[in-house]
């Protein structure tokens, strides 16, 4: 389709082809008929909205602060954060794949389960040894490229260097992450600090979700 359907006026020249959307952002390939080659980038607006949030453009300039920390063997990669015709968009160094979220919709095959979980451990295992924990690990935030096998992370917009940091209370609706992955500790609901830990415990219901389709735990709203 037409960027200027997405993103409004100064896009007439543009294609763009979402290749899929997450909390507050598209995913994109875009391309000009005059340009060189073309280039993904993650766009904080959902379609059909005008104006993308302060908090989604936080994340993406978050997630290019750390570009220096992250690998492309491992992780999705920003190659630079642009404003462009009035749009932020992160472009990264994207070479195929598609969220993890699209694989788990039924119970994973053991031998396919196996190979992703020690691909997905490793690329977590790099991440924690650059010092950086994630807080936000969910298949939506891992790739994988089914043809090479090959997992990388992303979403690392509430991503922290620090080697423990200590989360405040919040209503629920205004945590940062997502609930359904979330270690305790980020809700600023018990008395213990958010390290690398906090990583493995949504490491964990992500694989309990790639084996069995469903969640451990299901609710209705935030509170619950």
């Known amino acids: 389709m037409k960027a200027s359907v997405l993103?409004?006026?100064?896009?007439?020249?543009?294609?763009?082809?979402?290749?899929?959307?997450?909390?507050?952002?598209?995913?994109?390939?875009?391309?000009?008929?005059?340009?060189e080659g073309e280039k993904h980038a993650f766009i904080p607006i959902p379609a059909g909205v005008e104006r993308p949030s302060l908090e989604s453009v936080n994340r993406l300039t978050r997630e290019h602060e750390l570009k220096s920390h992250l690998d492309s063997g491992?992780?999705?990669r920003p190659l630079e954060l642009v404003r462009e015709r009035g749009q932020t968009m992160l472009v990264v160094d994207y070479t195929g794949g598609e969220?993890?979220?699209?694989?788990?919709?039924?119970?994973?095959?053991?031998?396919?389960?196996?190979?992703?979980?020690?691909?997905?451990?490793?690329?977590?295992?790099?991440?924690?040894?650059?010092?950086?924990?994630?807080?936000?690990?969910?298949?939506?935030?891992?790739?994988?490229?089914?043809?090479?096998?090959?997992?990388?992370?992303?979403g690392f917009g509430i991503a922290s260097r620090l080697a423990r940091e200590r989360q405040p209370a919040e209503p629920p609706e205004f945590i940062a992450g997502t609930l359904a992955y979330m270690a305790p500790e980020q809700t600023g609901r018990v008395n213990r600090s958010i390290d690398s830990r906090s990583d493995l415990y949504s490491l964990g219901v992500t694989f309990y979700e790639m084996l069995t389709g469903s969640l451990p735990f299901t609710a209705t709203d935030p509170m619950e």
């Open 74 to 76: 491992w992780a999705l």
């Open 7 to 35: 993103f409004g006026a100064g896009w007439e020249n543009d294609s763009v082809e979402v290749l899929w959307q997450d909390t507050g952002r598209v995913f994109c390939r875009l391309w000009r008929n005059d340009a």
């Open 99 to 154: 969220p993890l979220d699209r694989l788990v919709q039924q119970p994973m095959e053991i031998g396919q389960f196996l190979g992703l979980a020690v691909s997905l451990s490793r690329a977590v295992g790099q991440l924690h040894g650059r010092g950086v924990i994630h807080k936000d690990i969910k298949p939506s935030n891992v790739l994988v490229d089914s043809v090479t096998g090959r997992v990388r992370l992303t």
